[in-house]
């Protein structure tokens, strides 16, 4: 009986990094950058807007949007300085888990990249709604990059 073969980053054609402006996802796409760069693999970075149901899923909380195009401009500041060129997009929606989801069916992105913090709230590990939602949901590679906590750092 034959073992099919595992996917490899370098069978990887493209990348979408979920960004929220934490250190984690910032160092996710340094990862992604990098290993990116050897393959000529495009990398697309994601910042997503969680507008609530009261509000019109179009209406631009202006607060929001700057935060996002703050968080959006160091990373292409980062991808720069790993060599690598980004398409930054901004988006809104109800829910970021499903939207990043969804924007990477859409552009056939062969992995999305997440970092992760680590936090033991209660003295249990707890990955949050996002990354849980991406690891169920998207047909494709989804990597975790996780890092302590900045505390627990040296």
């Known amino acids: 009986m034959s073992t099919p073969s ?3 980053p370098a069978d990887v054609r493209s990348y979408l990094v979920a960004l929220d402006g934490s250190d984690a996802a910032y160092a996710a796409l340094g990862a992604a950058c990098d290993v990116a760069k050897r393959t000529k693999a495009p990398v697309n970075v994601l910042y ?3 507008v609530p149901r009261s509000v019109a899923l179009d209406a631009a909380v202006e607060r929001d949007v700057e935060r996002g195009e703050e968080i959006l401009g160091h990373a292409e500041r980062i991808a720069a300085e790993h060599g690598v060129t980004v398409q930054a997009d901004l988006v809104q929606a109800r829910q ?3 939207a990043v989801v969804d924007e990477a069916v859409d552009r ?3 992995a999305i990249v997440l970092g992760v913090e ?3 709230p209660l003295g249990q590990f707890t990955l949050g709604r996002l990354p849980l939602h991406v690891l169920e949901h998207a047909p494709m ?3 975790l990059i996780r890092y302590p906590a900045r505390d627990r750092q040296r």
């Open 141 to 143: 590679q989804v990597w």
């Open 6 to 8: 595992m996917p490899r």
């Open 96 to 98: 970021a888990a499903h």
């Open 48 to 50: 997503v807007i969680e």
């Open 108 to 110: 056939g992105i062969d």
């Open 118 to 120: 680590y936090h033991r």
